[in-house]
């Protein structure tokens, strides 16, 4: 690892006072990774240096065909000062899973480690202090092949950045969602599972129309029979069935169109760590319309590294309204939530091995 520190990094003061504003993605650290890739010499040796533009070639592969993918994850903060990463190395596995599909080059889960505990080291100033604060890191991959050929690139660059996060969950607002029957996500074959620009790019439309609807995200339903519940926006969805120790905690099943989560992996063992019953369903919009009006469905909420835990309030389809709870998060949704914050933060104990020690 190469480290050329920034000459210009922000001293002790002014950081705290840009952590301590919250939010996310407002502030960058003061440094970044960049690893670069040929075909001929595969990856060189990654850098750390001073956070900044960089300059591409307008012709670069990139910006026409979209080859891109990126990952999402967190540092806590430790209850003793330190700082530990959560389930690193799932991160790591699926950024390669996420190449493949991409045609994009593989790192080693060695080489994609190193990378994020080396830069946490240097960076780790910027990690928050406060439960449910964290610094949010950003690993990402580009085509920098030069040409408007199309073709998988035989050039690519690493980098790495990171934002603090504030804990920006507000309870009193549950999320209210539009159920899309006009556009999908992804389809069997298509790039569902890899954590990819162009899905996103691809999602904004249909969250234009969920605003337009008065409502804050999209759901996404299987592109062939737009009847099968899939995902929420970039977040993965749970329902809550029953209460009490008898409630059952059910997701999505994985079929090949959904991102499979770190954090609703995580979250199928610690619902069976509190007691509850687990499962992995085809649910339909027929069956969350039923549950609600039956009462068997108490809660729903969607999941991800960036909010961790977001209960839904209201969703709304073209078939009408079904209202979840009172407007107050369930409560099994902020049980699940608030023990996964304190295992992310080294307050509840860890029995998994999710954490990993950087600091
Ligand atoms: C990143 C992402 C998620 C959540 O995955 P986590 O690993 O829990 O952060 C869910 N859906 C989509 C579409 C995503 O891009």
């Known amino acids: 690892m190469k480290i050329s520190l920034n000459p210009q990094a922000k001293d002790e003061a002014t950081r705290n006072a840009l952590v301590a504003e919250g939010g996310f993605g407002k502030y960058y650290t003061d440094h970044m990774v960049v690893c670069e890739w040929e075909d001929k010499k595969g990856w060189a040796e990654p850098e750390i240096k001073a956070y900044g533009p960089i300059t591409l070639d307008p012709a670069t592969a990139v910006f026409h065909y979209g080859q891109e993918i990126f990952e999402g994850m967190k540092a806590y903060r430790q209850p003793d000062g330190g700082i530990a990463l959560f389930r690193p190395e799932a991160n790591a596995q699926r950024f390669i899973n996420s190449a493949k599909r991409l045609a994009l080059p593989e790192m080693s889960i060695e080489l994609f480690l190193e990378t994020v505990n080396e830069f946490v080291k240097i960076d780790g100033g910027w990690v928050p202090n406060q439960v449910g604060e964290s610094l949010y890191i950003r690993p990402f991959m580009i085509a920098t092949e030069v040409g408007l050929g199309v073709r998988p690139t035989n050039k690519a660059t690493y980098m790495l950045i990171a934002t603090p996060a504030g804990a920006y969950f507000d309870p009193s607002k549950p999320v209210s969602v539009w159920i899309s029957t006009e556009y999908v996500r992804a389809a069997q074959g298509g790039t569902g599972e890899a954590k990819c620009g162009g899905n996103y790019a691809a999602s904004l439309v249909a969250q234009k129309a969920a605003a337009k609807e008065g409502c804050d995200q999209v759901v996404w339903l299987d592109a062939k029979e737009r009847k099968w519940v899939e995902e929420m926006g970039g977040m993965n969805l749970y329902f809550v069935k029953g209460s009490g ?63 961790v835990v977001s209960p839904i309030g209201q969703a709304k389809s073209a078939m009408g309204t079904w209202v979840t709870g009172d407007g107050q998060p369930g409560k099994i949704t902020m049980e699940i939530r608030n023990h996964l914050l304190g295992i992310q933060h080294g307050k509840i104990e860890d029995k998994h091995g999710w954490n990993k020690r950087v600091l």
């Open 245 to 307: 120790k008898d409630a059952t905690v059910i997701t999505p099943k994985l079929t090949g169109t959904l991102l499979p989560g770190v954090t609703r992996d995580s979250i199928l063992s610690v619902a069976k760590d509190l007691g509850y019953k687990t499962d992995e369903v085809m649910l339909s919009v027929d069956d969350w319309r039923d549950g609600i009006a039956s009462g068997e469905i108490t809660e729903i909420f969607a999941c991800g590294t960036a909010a």
